[in-house]
């Protein structure tokens, strides 16, 4: 039963986490004004924090999480349509190049904001029955390719750090 009071705390404390970074960037002026949709993708910062200390489940659960929150909160059901469709696609990205071993953390996270544009993206090429979004597609790689550098530096230096041990975050 500890064991279970331990993961429940645990999950807890890294949803609140992320609930948090992601009511920040609301407060944050739009990065872009004229260009939508850009946004810096802080409560990734938990989620490569948890894929390379505790789990992909943990960041799973945590990202699902984090979502129907932040919906219930800030967004309404197109926005959980998007959040979800770019959520998703960007964490089976990152799950399985930090499976793969083969990108450095930065590199998982770029990935991940890349592919979370793209589900976004293809998310709303289906709800609005246009292709011509896809080339909105090029200004969303770029602000993801940034945005990924900066969540993977920040989960990157979480990572060095927080000790395995701090927190119960030995599996």
Not at 144 to 163: E, H, M, N, Q, Y
Request: glycine share 8%; proline share 3%; charged share 10%.
């Amino acid at each position: 039963m500890r064991n279970k009071s331990k993961t429940t705390a645990f999950m807890g404390l890294f949803t609140a986490l992320a609930l948090i970074l992601a009511y920040v960037e609301v407060l944050l002026p739009p990065l872009f004004a004229s260009l939508p949709g850009i946004k810096m993708g802080l409560p990734n910062i938990i989620l490569v924090f948890l894929l390379y200390r505790r789990s992909a489940c943990s960041a799973i659960v945590v990202s699902l999480l984090r979502i129907a929150l932040v919906t219930m909160l800030f967004g309404n059901v197109m926005a959980l349509l998007y959040s979800l469709a770019g959520g998703i696609l960007s964490l089976v990205v990152m799950i399985l190049l930090r499976r793969w071993n083969v990108l450095s953390t930065v590199g998982v996270s770029v990935a991940g904001g890349v592919a979370h544009n793209v589900g976004q993206i293809l998310m709303a090429m289906l709800l609005l029955e246009t292709a011509e979004l896809g080339f909105y597609l090029v200004v969303l790689t770029v602000a993801g390719t940034l945005a990924g550098v900066f969540v993977g530096l920040c989960g990157s230096a979480l990572i060095r750090k927080i000790p395995a041990n701090f927190l119960f975050l030995d599996k």
